[in-house]
Nanobody
Framework: QVQLVESGGGLVQPGGSLRLSCAAS????????IGWFRQAPGKEREGISC????????YYAESVKGRFTISRDHAKNTVYLQMNNLKPEDTAVYYC???????????????WGQGTQVTVSS
């Protein structure tokens, strides 16, 4: 069964860090582009990072560039999103998804995880 499962969300103070995990089953992550998205209440889903298949080229939205880092562990078939210097506006449900194309456009991603909540608050 093809599946993506996110974990690692939680409550963190502004300036803090979290690392999200996206574990894949039923397929090999390296054969697909994997993206991270987030959706805050009342807002549209935002593409924030993507790692391309094969060479692993990375892409970031301006809103997270310099603070978030996407990485991949082939042995664990897992993609990570390291989030540093978190801000209250980073509060959202975070999703990972897979695509055949490296992009931050959510419409091109066909398999999605269930999401993990990240709350940044003092």
């Amino acid at each position: 069964q093809v599946q993506l499962v996110e974990s690692g969300g939680g409550l963190v103070q502004p300036g803090g860090s979290l690392r999200l995990s996206c574990a894949a089953s039923g397929f090999t992550l390296a054969n697909y582009a994997i993206g991270w998205f987030r959706q805050a209440p009342g807002k549209e889903r935002e593409g924030i990072s993507c790692m391309g298949k094969n060479d692993g080229t990375t892409y970031y939205a301006e809103s997270v560039k310099g603070r978030f880092t996407i990485s991949r562990d082939h042995a664990k078939n897992t993609v990570y999103l390291q989030m540093n210097n978190l801000k209250p506006e980073d509060t959202a449900v975070y999703y990972c998804a897979r695509s055949l194309i490296s992009t931050l456009s959510s419409s091109l991603f066909t398999v999605w995880g269930q999401g993990t909540q990240v709350t940044v608050s003092s």
